[in-house]
């Protein structure tokens, strides 16, 4: 069972920027699907981005789109979430997740298997 650990979460003022990073236990994001994903108090967990098993495909929720960029290393063992323009509205605890085989559904957080324990991201206006 892959660990997955979040890191780079923290306090930035409105118009800033943050570099998530997702590090797996073990090679997994160059042959699995990953997605970030978000939950801010009293809402659902929401999709942010993800990024197809091979690489070639990045989706991104309206909310983020043109302002972050999701990625990963060649080792398959860290994946990012760069955020840019960052907004009040922002604020959530983010979460990476994996997800095995074809790459459907990568919007909805029930297809993903593994999930890790999530960073705390504040924007403060």
């Known amino acids: 069972q892959v660990q997955l650990v979040e890191s780079g979460g923290g306090l930035v003022q409105s118009g800033g920027s943050l570099t998530l990073s997702c590090t797996a236990s073990?090679?997994?994001?160059?042959?699995?699907?990953m997605g970030w994903f978000r939950q801010a108090p009293g809402k659902e967990r929401e999709f942010v981005a993800a990024l197809s098993w091979n690489g070639v495909t990045t989706y991104y929720a309206d909310s983020v789109k043109g302002r972050s960029t999701i990625s990963r290393d060649s080792a398959g063992v860290t994946a990012y979430l760069r955020m840019n323009s960052l907004k009040p509205e922002d604020t959530a605890i983010y979460y990476c997740?994996?997800?095995?085989?074809?790459?459907?559904?990568?919007?909805?957080?029930?297809?993903?298997?593994?999930w890790g324990q999530g960073t705390q991201v504040t924007v403060s206006s």
């Open positions: 997740a994996v997800k095995r085989g074809p790459a459907i559904g990568l919007r909805r957080p029930s297809e993903y298997e593994n």
């Open positions: 073990e090679r997994t994001f160059n042959t699995n699907n």
